[in-house]
């Protein structure tokens, strides 16, 4: 074995990788030559002096910084691998979320609703519907005059020449009258009519469908009652054809 | 006869080492604390060691420490078991060498080390007195600590970092290839460029300690 191959199995040689016969053959050579004998010395004191670097202790700031990353990295784990410790994490995140977002706007809010409410409040009542009936609503005064309210709820004259007005069920009427024998049920309301005499005018029409009464009472209870509505006949008031 | 009874003494305690790598890594992925502690207490002074000696830097071996321990305990979940746990961490603490070396020569470190007296101060072990070694050989020892530091930083990393793995973290040629990744026959030659650059470097300066002795006089 020359020298060049000896001195290149040294290194595996002191670290006792060598094959038996290798071994044999480089600790041969090295008995007889000086050269790789003093190769062999200082490659091995090469070997111990690199292991002396072995002792070299640790940091005492980098054993405290260790520590403090591991208990961050066991929190971590930690609310990793537990579901409900995940799902109370979470819950908490968002709920913090929440809050941030919600509390600068909260008192906005209130104020917003709470305004709302009062305008509203202020506005509905004088808010009112159209109503569809007729231009003027009949209602029968206690004497028996029958009294006309115009739309607006004020009261209106009534523009015939002859208003119409209520009698009992058997007053005498005169010959020259339109009558209408009317029968008020125990709302007050006309359930039946009927043309007794001369024609049917628009204001007994008006009568007929708009007219409000008291009820007849018996023994308290309200029941049903007949009256009877005269309008003097005049020349200019129009008849009313009525299908009988 | 002996040999035999070595290798089947050797080979147990490697099946007894695997399954305790085993158990520390499952109980780590479960999440046990004292999983934590125990890696950490078992593997904090070689990591460091090595970094140390691949980077010859101890606040930037420091850094290193922390990352593989931040690695590991984030990716342990990945941890197949094909490697041991030893090796699998050495292998780690190499990548995380190579970066922060690559860092270091990109930035070229323009900035003044504040705590440099804290670098060079030694521990207390070094510097009480030994009442078994004279301080001649106390001195003796530190210069030659100095001496081949230097040495060692001034080897090539890549035949460095085959040697450190070898005669400080002690491995074994077969997991020095698995931890840089090499064939063994490669692990070997590196070693062989390695000691034989380290030996250039030393050369004449790796004597024989002198023969001094002090004797003790009483005064006369």
């Given at each position: ?42 490659i091995?004191s090469v070997r111990r002096a690199v292991g002396e670097l072995k ?190 | ?52 000696r ?91 600590h100095?001496?081949i530091e230097?040495a060692l930083?001034?080897v090539?990393?890549?035949?460095r970092?085959?040697v450190v793995l070898r005669d400080i973290t ?21 070693i062989?460029?390695g000691r034989?650059?380290l030996r250039?470097?030393l050369?004449?300066?790796l ?14």
């Amino acid at each position: 074995m020359s020298c060049d191959n000896v001195q290149e199995r040294i290194s595996s040689f002191v670290d006792g990788r060598l094959p038996d016969a290798e071994r044999e053959n480089v600790l041969a050579h090295i008995a007889s030559c000086r050269d790789c004998d003093a190769y062999l010395e200082s490659i091995d004191s090469v070997r111990r002096a690199v292991g002396e670097l072995k002792r070299r202790p640790i940091p005492a700031a980098l054993t405290a910084r260790l520590r403090v990353l591991a208990s961050h990295e066991y929190a971590r784990q930690a609310t990793r691998i537990s579901w409900s410790a995940r799902l109370s994490d979470w819950s908490g995140r968002l709920s913090l979320a929440f809050n941030n977002a919600m509390r600068p706007l909260a008192f906005p809010f209130a104020g917003g609703i709470a305004s709302a409410l009062i305008l509203f409040g202020l506005v509905i009542p004088t808010m009112t519907f159209e109503h569809a009936l007729a231009d003027q609503v009949f209602f029968t005064a206690p004497e028996g005059d029958v009294v006309a309210l115009a739309p607006t709820g004020g009261y209106a004259p009534p523009e015939s020449e002859n208003p119409p007005f209520i009698e009992r069920a058997n007053a005498s009427v005169p010959d020259a009258a339109n009558v209408v024998d009317l029968t008020i049920d125990q709302n007050g309301r006309i359930s039946d009519w009927i043309v007794t005499r001369g024609e049917l005018t628009p204001d007994l029409a008006n009568i007929i469908m708009f007219g409000q009464f008291s009820p007849a009472t018996n023994m308290g209870v309200p029941t049903f009652g007949k009256v009877r509505a005269v309008q003097i006949r005049n020349v200019h008031t129009a008849p009313i054809h009525v299908r009988s | 006869m002996a040999t035999s009874i070595l290798d089947l003494s050797a080979e147990r305690m490697e099946a007894a080492a695997e399954a305790d790598d085993l158990r520390l890594v499952e109980a780590l992925r479960s999440g046990s604390e004292r999983a934590y502690e125990e890696l950490i207490a078992r593997f904090q002074q070689p990591v460091y060691t090595l970094a140390l000696r691949l980077l010859n830097d101890q606040s930037d071996a420091s850094d290193v420490v922390q990352e593989v321990f931040l690695k590991v305990f984030r990716n342990i979940g990945n941890f197949r078991g094909q490697s041991s746990l030893k090796t699998w961490m050495y292998r780690i603490t190499i990548n995380e060498a190579h970066n922060a070396r690559r860092w270091f020569f990109r930035h070229r470190r323009r900035e003044v080390e504040l705590d440099s007296s804290v670098e060079d101060s030694h521990h207390w072990k070094e510097i009480i007195p030994d009442g078994s070694r004279s301080p001649f050989d106390v001195a003796f020892d530190r210069e030659q600590h100095v001496m081949i530091e230097a040495a060692l930083e001034r080897v090539n990393p890549i035949f460095r970092e085959a040697v450190v793995l070898r005669d400080i973290t002690d491995l074994s040629y077969e997991e020095i290839a698995e931890v840089l990744g090499v064939s063994l026959g490669t692990v070997k030659s590196r070693i062989l460029r390695g000691r034989e650059a380290l030996r250039e470097e030393l050369a004449g300066s790796l004597k024989e300690r002198p023969a001094l002795r002090l004797v003790p006089k009483t005064a006369e």
